[in-house]
């Protein structure tokens, strides 16, 4: 298994940045595609960015796009998501996730297609 652990969250006003952090270790040669997700009181997982395994496709969901970036850095086993202009549509709980296999685009945006998953990191954005 992959050991995922995330940092960087908080509380922001809106408008304002924050930038997660997911650490990994363990066996990361099995991870072939990482991703982040969210989720808010009362409401399902939902993607929020996904990273290929070929270190070059991504995914926005479309809340977030031209707000959030994905990026990784191998040399530091390390995820990022850098988000900007915070709103607080959010708020939520922000989780790292990688799994070793890759179907295609559409199944790589379901929670359940992710083998590891971290602890989570909290952001709220208030008005």
């Known amino acids: 298994q992959v050991q995922l652990v995330e940092s960087g969250g908080g509380s922001v006003q809106v408008a304002g940045s924050l930038r997660l952090s997911c650490a990994a270790s363990g066996d990361t040669d099995r991870s072939a595609c990482m991703a982040w997700f969210r989720q808010a009181p009362g409401k399902e997982r939902e993607v929020v960015a996904v990273?290929?395994?070929?270190?070059?496709?991504?995914y926005y969901t479309d809340s977030v796009k031209g707000r959030f970036a994905i990026s990784r850095d191998d040399a530091k086993n390390t995820l990022y998501l850098q988000m900007n202009d915070l709103k607080p549509e959010d708020t939520a709980m922000y989780y790292c996730?990688?799994?070793?296999?890759?179907?295609?685009?559409?199944?790589?945006?379901?929670?359940?297609?992710?083998?590891?998953w971290g602890q989570g990191t909290q952001v709220t954005v208030s008005s």
């Open positions: 996730a990688t799994t070793s296999e890759w179907v295609n685009w559409l199944r790589m945006l379901r929670a359940s297609m992710y083998t590891s």
């Open positions: 990273f290929s395994g070929d270190g070059i496709s991504t």
